[in-house]
């Protein structure tokens, strides 16, 4: 009896483990539950890359600071355009000239206008838009001065801008270890010393020399221009130095803005008169 229903219990316990299998299969085995809805649409993408201007905000009528602290001018007005123009965004900030090529070299900046003129030396480390200004160097003198020529000035204080282009030819001038040369921060400081007596002349940019004499004519300057002397120059906007997506887009804007007569009427609005034929692009080869 005893192996009899020993037997019986252990094909009952057989049975019985045999359904826990055959219900454990059937689980495994059974559809999977419909899956979750799919989530809900992502965020909106994330904002446009802004790109950061540097600028020297005292170089007027081409940058500089208004009665509101705003950086405003010539150069403010076209990049703006030529962002849009360009389909890209941009915000400028107010970046002094002396620190603004190392900003650019770091990545503090993305982009610089701040009457930058285009030169060989500076294309080795930073990449150029195509030209949007036509300049040269002018001297400012007193009425009374006998300056006629830039040779003149060869034994005389003149006042310049560091490290711009006016900095470089009156170094050129008078030599490296020249005590006569006095530098300034800005172009109008250089003025205001020439108006105090403290130089003799100031060598600087066309454009921003010729915006000072007629805003201030109780200074009693005249310019005194020598063609012969000063090569022509050209300004562009400067990216870091392998930038090419960056750049394109730029001379996208630069190009379009010429084009539908944009340039022209930003033109006329900050100098009073239509901007001459494009010239070719300057060799750049000292200046």
Known sequence: MASIST????KASSALVAGLVLAACG????PAAPAAEASAPASAAAPAKVYVVGTDAAYAPFEYQNEKGEIVGFSVDLLTAVAEKGGFQIKFVNTPWEGIFNALGQGDRDLLISSITITDERKQTMDFSDPYFDAVQLIAVKEASKVTKFDDLKKLKVGVQTGTTGDEVVTKLQGKTSANIKRFESTPLALKELEAGGVDAVVADNGVVIHYVANNPAVKFKTVADTKSFAPEQYGVAVKKGNAELLAMVNKGVAAMKADGTYAAIYKKTFG??????AAPASAASN
Not at 7 to 10: A, T
Not at 273 to 278: C, I, K, L, M, N
């Open 273 to 278: 008169t239509e901007p001459a034929a494009a």
């Open 27 to 30: 689980k495994q085995d059974a």
């Open 7 to 10: 037997r019986r219990f252990l």
